[in-house]
Protein backbone atom coordinates (compact mmCIF):
# COMPACT_ATOMS: atom_id res chain seq x y z
CA UNK A 1 0.00 0.00 0.00
CA UNK A 2 2.94 2.20 0.48
CA UNK A 3 3.63 2.16 -2.62
CA UNK A 4 0.55 2.91 -4.55
CA UNK A 5 0.10 5.82 -1.95
CA UNK A 6 3.50 7.34 -3.17
CA UNK A 7 2.17 6.49 -6.87
CA UNK A 8 -0.94 7.94 -5.82
CA UNK A 9 0.38 11.43 -4.75
CA UNK A 10 3.05 11.99 -7.54
CA UNK A 11 -0.08 11.31 -10.15
CA UNK A 12 -2.03 14.18 -8.80
CA UNK A 13 0.80 16.13 -7.86
CA UNK A 14 1.42 16.00 -11.14
CA UNK A 15 -1.76 15.56 -13.50
CA UNK A 16 -3.94 17.85 -11.22
CA UNK A 17 -1.67 20.68 -10.41
CA UNK A 18 -2.59 20.74 -6.60
CA UNK A 19 -1.07 23.26 -4.09
CA UNK A 20 1.07 22.19 -1.95
CA UNK A 21 -1.30 22.74 1.25
CA UNK A 22 -3.89 20.71 -0.99
CA UNK A 23 -1.19 17.79 -1.41
CA UNK A 24 -0.45 17.91 2.22
CA UNK A 25 -3.78 17.01 3.24
CA UNK A 26 -4.30 14.49 0.50
CA UNK A 27 -1.38 12.48 2.08
CA UNK A 28 -2.57 13.33 5.90
CA UNK A 29 -5.87 11.33 5.19
CA UNK A 30 -4.45 8.89 3.19
CA UNK A 31 -1.70 7.63 5.66
CA UNK A 32 -4.31 8.00 8.38
CA UNK A 33 -6.52 5.69 6.56
CA UNK A 34 -3.25 3.32 5.49
CA UNK A 35 -2.94 3.03 9.65
CA UNK A 36 -6.53 2.27 10.10
CA UNK A 37 -6.56 -0.41 7.65
CA UNK A 38 -3.45 -2.17 8.70
CA UNK A 39 -3.81 -2.18 12.55
CA UNK A 40 -7.37 -3.65 11.85
CA UNK A 41 -5.65 -6.77 9.11
CA UNK A 42 -7.58 -5.14 6.51
CA UNK A 43 -6.44 -5.72 2.79
CA UNK A 44 -7.06 -2.20 1.41
CA UNK A 45 -7.41 -3.60 -2.03
CA UNK A 46 -10.29 -5.83 -0.99
CA UNK A 47 -12.27 -2.99 1.22
CA UNK A 48 -15.85 -3.46 0.75
CA UNK A 49 -18.78 -0.42 1.39
CA UNK A 50 -19.29 -1.37 4.44
CA UNK A 51 -15.55 -1.36 5.77
CA UNK A 52 -15.61 2.37 4.32
CA UNK A 53 -18.69 3.27 6.47
CA UNK A 54 -17.40 1.82 9.72
CA UNK A 55 -13.90 4.12 8.69
CA UNK A 56 -16.00 6.86 8.60
CA UNK A 57 -17.88 5.98 12.07
CA UNK A 58 -14.79 6.33 13.51
CA UNK A 59 -13.58 9.23 12.35
CA UNK A 60 -17.04 10.22 13.87
CA UNK A 61 -16.32 8.90 17.30
CA UNK A 62 -12.96 10.69 17.12
CA UNK A 63 -14.56 13.35 17.22
CA UNK A 64 -14.05 14.76 14.09
CA UNK A 65 -16.13 17.50 12.58
CA UNK A 66 -18.59 16.69 9.40
CA UNK A 67 -16.16 18.85 7.10
CA UNK A 68 -13.14 16.95 8.37
CA UNK A 69 -14.82 13.78 7.78
CA UNK A 70 -16.42 15.13 4.17
CA UNK A 71 -13.04 15.66 2.97
CA UNK A 72 -11.35 12.34 4.03
CA UNK A 73 -13.71 9.94 2.00
CA UNK A 74 -12.77 12.71 -1.11
CA UNK A 75 -9.34 11.78 -0.63
CA UNK A 76 -9.99 8.30 0.05
CA UNK A 77 -12.71 7.90 -3.07
CA UNK A 78 -9.61 9.56 -5.17
CA UNK A 79 -7.33 7.33 -4.00
CA UNK A 80 -9.45 4.31 -5.02
CA UNK A 81 -10.78 6.07 -8.43
CA UNK A 82 -7.04 6.45 -9.09
CA UNK A 83 -6.77 2.46 -7.78
CA UNK A 84 -9.18 1.04 -10.33
CA UNK A 85 -7.96 3.11 -13.70
CA UNK A 86 -5.03 1.07 -12.95
CA UNK A 87 -6.33 -1.97 -12.44
CA UNK A 88 -5.32 -2.20 -9.37
CA UNK A 89 -8.63 -3.10 -7.50
CA UNK A 90 -11.43 -3.91 -8.99
CA UNK A 91 -14.10 -1.69 -7.57
CA UNK A 92 -14.22 1.88 -6.08
CA UNK A 93 -15.94 0.66 -2.50
CA UNK A 94 -16.72 4.27 -2.04
CA UNK A 95 -19.47 4.29 -4.28
CA UNK A 96 -22.28 5.80 -3.17
CA UNK A 97 -21.13 6.40 -0.06
CA UNK A 98 -22.83 10.05 0.87
CA UNK A 99 -20.80 12.49 2.75
CA UNK A 100 -21.97 13.77 5.99
CA UNK A 101 -23.34 17.36 5.74
CA UNK A 102 -21.38 19.85 6.20
CA UNK A 103 -23.31 23.05 7.50
CA UNK A 104 -22.15 26.23 6.62
CA UNK A 105 -20.71 28.47 9.19
CA UNK A 106 -21.36 32.25 9.02
CA UNK A 107 -18.02 33.77 8.31
CA UNK A 108 -16.97 36.21 10.61
CA UNK A 109 -16.40 40.20 9.16
CA UNK A 110 -15.30 43.41 10.25
CA UNK A 111 -17.65 46.77 9.37
CA UNK A 112 -16.21 48.96 7.17
CA UNK A 113 -15.19 50.80 9.98
CA UNK A 114 -12.95 48.16 11.62
CA UNK A 115 -11.41 47.51 8.33
CA UNK A 116 -10.49 51.94 8.05
CA UNK A 117 -9.03 51.11 11.23
CA UNK A 118 -7.02 48.22 11.19
CA UNK A 119 -5.60 49.69 7.70
CA UNK A 120 -5.02 52.94 9.01
CA UNK A 121 -2.47 51.42 11.98
CA UNK A 122 0.86 50.59 9.49
CA UNK A 123 2.79 54.11 9.62
CA UNK A 124 5.06 54.33 6.07
CA UNK A 125 8.17 55.62 8.38
CA UNK A 126 10.09 52.68 7.88
CA UNK A 127 10.80 49.56 5.41
CA UNK A 128 8.62 47.58 7.53
CA UNK A 129 5.60 50.11 8.02
CA UNK A 130 5.60 50.60 4.22
CA UNK A 131 5.34 47.50 3.35
CA UNK A 132 2.59 45.73 5.97
CA UNK A 133 0.52 49.04 4.58
CA UNK A 134 1.00 47.68 1.20
CA UNK A 135 -0.01 44.23 2.27
CA UNK A 136 -3.02 44.74 4.48
CA UNK A 137 -4.33 46.99 1.61
CA UNK A 138 -3.81 44.52 -0.86
CA UNK A 139 -5.28 42.05 1.26
CA UNK A 140 -8.53 43.70 1.60
CA UNK A 141 -8.40 44.83 -1.90
CA UNK A 142 -7.81 41.29 -3.39
CA UNK A 143 -9.61 38.81 -1.29
CA UNK A 144 -7.23 36.41 -1.69
CA UNK A 145 -6.17 33.33 0.50
CA UNK A 146 -2.56 33.77 2.47
CA UNK A 147 -1.23 31.13 0.19
CA UNK A 148 -2.11 32.66 -2.65
CA UNK A 149 -0.73 36.15 -1.33
CA UNK A 150 3.24 34.97 -0.31
CA UNK A 151 3.04 32.95 -3.33
CA UNK A 152 2.68 35.95 -5.37
CA UNK A 153 5.92 37.40 -7.48
CA UNK A 154 7.02 40.91 -8.22
CA UNK A 155 5.88 39.91 -12.08
CA UNK A 156 2.30 39.05 -10.95
CA UNK A 157 1.47 42.64 -10.36
CA UNK A 158 1.04 45.09 -12.85
CA UNK A 159 0.98 48.18 -11.34
CA UNK A 160 0.30 50.46 -14.89
CA UNK A 161 -2.87 48.55 -15.25
CA UNK A 162 -4.01 48.02 -11.88
CA UNK A 163 -4.15 43.94 -11.62
CA UNK A 164 -2.36 41.45 -10.09
CA UNK A 165 -2.58 38.17 -11.73
CA UNK A 166 -3.63 34.70 -9.21
CA UNK A 167 -2.27 31.43 -9.62
CA UNK A 168 -3.43 28.48 -8.41
CA UNK A 169 -2.42 25.27 -9.38
CA UNK A 170 -3.57 25.55 -13.45
CA UNK A 171 -5.39 27.92 -12.78
CA UNK A 172 -5.34 31.94 -13.25
CA UNK A 173 -7.51 35.04 -12.26
CA UNK A 174 -6.80 39.04 -12.61
CA UNK A 175 -8.20 41.04 -9.84
CA UNK A 176 -8.13 44.55 -10.09
CA UNK A 177 -7.00 46.76 -7.38
CA UNK A 178 -8.15 49.65 -5.75
CA UNK A 179 -7.00 53.09 -6.14
CA UNK A 180 -5.30 52.92 -2.19
CA UNK A 181 -4.01 49.48 -2.44
CA UNK A 182 -2.06 50.56 -5.58
CA UNK A 183 -0.79 53.58 -4.37
CA UNK A 184 0.77 51.38 -0.94
CA UNK A 185 1.84 49.22 -3.63
CA UNK A 186 3.83 51.20 -5.49
CA UNK A 187 5.57 52.82 -2.38
CA UNK A 188 6.19 49.41 -1.50
CA UNK A 189 7.78 48.00 -4.54
CA UNK A 190 9.63 50.95 -5.40
CA UNK A 191 11.05 52.48 -2.58
CA UNK A 192 11.51 49.70 0.15
CA UNK A 193 11.25 46.52 -1.54
CA UNK A 194 14.49 47.18 -3.13
CA UNK A 195 16.52 47.50 0.37
CA UNK A 196 14.84 44.73 1.70
CA UNK A 197 15.85 41.91 -0.75
CA UNK A 198 19.09 40.71 -0.03
CA UNK A 199 19.78 39.75 -3.95
CA UNK A 200 18.46 41.33 -7.85
CA UNK A 201 17.31 37.74 -8.42
CA UNK A 202 14.53 37.72 -5.47
CA UNK A 203 11.33 36.89 -7.13
CA UNK A 204 8.85 37.34 -4.43
CA UNK A 205 6.00 39.93 -4.05
CA UNK A 206 6.40 40.40 -0.23
CA UNK A 207 9.65 39.49 1.65
CA UNK A 208 10.33 39.20 5.07
CA UNK A 209 13.03 41.43 6.86
CA UNK A 210 15.48 38.57 5.91
CA UNK A 211 14.46 39.34 2.50
CA UNK A 212 13.38 36.24 1.54
CA UNK A 213 9.60 35.18 0.58
CA UNK A 214 7.17 36.05 3.60
CA UNK A 215 5.76 32.86 5.23
CA UNK A 216 2.02 32.66 6.44
CA UNK A 217 3.29 32.54 9.49
CA UNK A 218 4.66 35.68 9.34
CA UNK A 219 1.85 37.56 7.34
CA UNK A 220 -0.29 35.84 10.52
CA UNK A 221 2.01 37.55 12.83
CA UNK A 222 1.92 41.14 10.99
CA UNK A 223 -1.84 40.79 11.36
CA UNK A 224 -2.22 40.09 15.17
CA UNK A 225 0.15 43.04 15.73
CA UNK A 226 -2.10 45.58 14.35
CA UNK A 227 -4.85 44.40 15.18
CA UNK A 228 -3.85 44.68 18.63
CA UNK A 229 -2.48 48.18 17.50
CA UNK A 230 -6.24 49.42 16.86
CA UNK A 231 -7.85 47.73 19.99
CA UNK A 232 -9.99 45.31 17.77
CA UNK A 233 -11.64 42.49 19.92
CA UNK A 234 -12.30 40.21 17.20
CA UNK A 235 -10.51 37.58 15.75
CA UNK A 236 -8.53 38.94 12.66
CA UNK A 237 -6.97 36.49 10.26
CA UNK A 238 -6.56 37.06 6.43
CA UNK A 239 -9.47 34.49 5.85
CA UNK A 240 -11.57 37.34 7.52
CA UNK A 241 -10.23 39.74 5.30
CA UNK A 242 -11.22 37.93 2.43
CA UNK A 243 -14.89 37.68 4.04
CA UNK A 244 -15.22 41.15 4.47
CA UNK A 245 -13.61 41.88 0.98
CA UNK A 246 -16.50 40.04 -0.40
CA UNK A 247 -19.43 41.27 1.67
CA UNK A 248 -18.69 44.73 1.42
CA UNK A 249 -18.18 44.46 -2.43
CA UNK A 250 -22.05 42.76 -2.46
CA UNK A 251 -23.40 45.22 0.34
CA UNK A 252 -22.62 48.11 -2.45
CA UNK A 253 -23.77 46.49 -5.27
CA UNK A 254 -21.19 44.41 -7.06
CA UNK A 255 -22.80 41.42 -9.10
CA UNK A 256 -22.23 37.75 -7.41
CA UNK A 257 -20.61 36.28 -10.46
CA UNK A 258 -18.26 38.77 -10.40
CA UNK A 259 -17.48 38.36 -6.47
CA UNK A 260 -16.93 34.09 -7.40
CA UNK A 261 -14.64 35.08 -10.19
CA UNK A 262 -12.23 37.41 -7.97
CA UNK A 263 -12.23 35.11 -5.32
CA UNK A 264 -11.54 31.90 -7.30
CA UNK A 265 -14.66 30.10 -6.03
CA UNK A 266 -15.57 27.20 -8.74
CA UNK A 267 -19.11 27.15 -7.17
CA UNK A 268 -21.50 29.73 -7.30
CA UNK A 269 -22.76 28.09 -3.68
CA UNK A 270 -19.71 29.19 -1.85
CA UNK A 271 -20.11 32.58 -2.78
CA UNK A 272 -23.51 32.73 -1.86
CA UNK A 273 -23.28 32.33 1.41
CA UNK A 274 -22.56 36.15 1.60
CA UNK A 275 -25.81 36.91 0.51
CA UNK A 276 -27.50 36.77 3.98
CA UNK A 277 -25.11 39.88 4.89
CA UNK A 278 -26.36 42.01 2.11
CA UNK A 279 -29.87 40.95 3.20
CA UNK A 280 -29.23 42.99 6.96
CA UNK A 281 -27.52 45.66 4.29
CA UNK A 282 -31.22 45.84 2.24
CA UNK A 283 -33.09 46.00 5.26
CA UNK A 284 -31.29 49.04 6.69
CA UNK A 285 -32.30 51.06 3.12
CA UNK A 286 -35.36 50.38 3.49
CA UNK A 287 -36.01 51.54 6.67
CA UNK A 288 -34.16 54.65 5.96
CA UNK A 289 -35.68 54.97 2.50
CA UNK A 290 -39.27 54.36 3.16
CA UNK A 291 -41.89 55.81 4.22
CA UNK A 292 -43.52 53.77 6.76
CA UNK A 293 -40.81 51.27 7.78
Partial sequence: MEKEITNFLEFIKNDKKLSENT????RRDIVQYKKYVEANKINYAKVKPEDIKVYLNYLHDMNKKASTISRNLASIRLFYQYLLRNSKVKLDPTEGIQSPKVEKRVPSILTTQEVSLLLEQPKNIDLKGIRDKAM???????????TEIISLDIDDVNLETGYVTCKTGNKQRNIPLGTMSLKALKEYIQEARPIMIKSENEKSLFVNINGRRL?????????KYYKE????????????????FATHLLQNGADLKAIQTMLGHSDISSTQVYMQFQDESIKNVYRKAHPRA
Fill in 23 to 26: LQSY
Fill in 229 to 244: QAHITKDITLHVLRHS
Fill in 136 to 146: LEFAYATGMRV
Fill in 215 to 223: TRQGFWKII
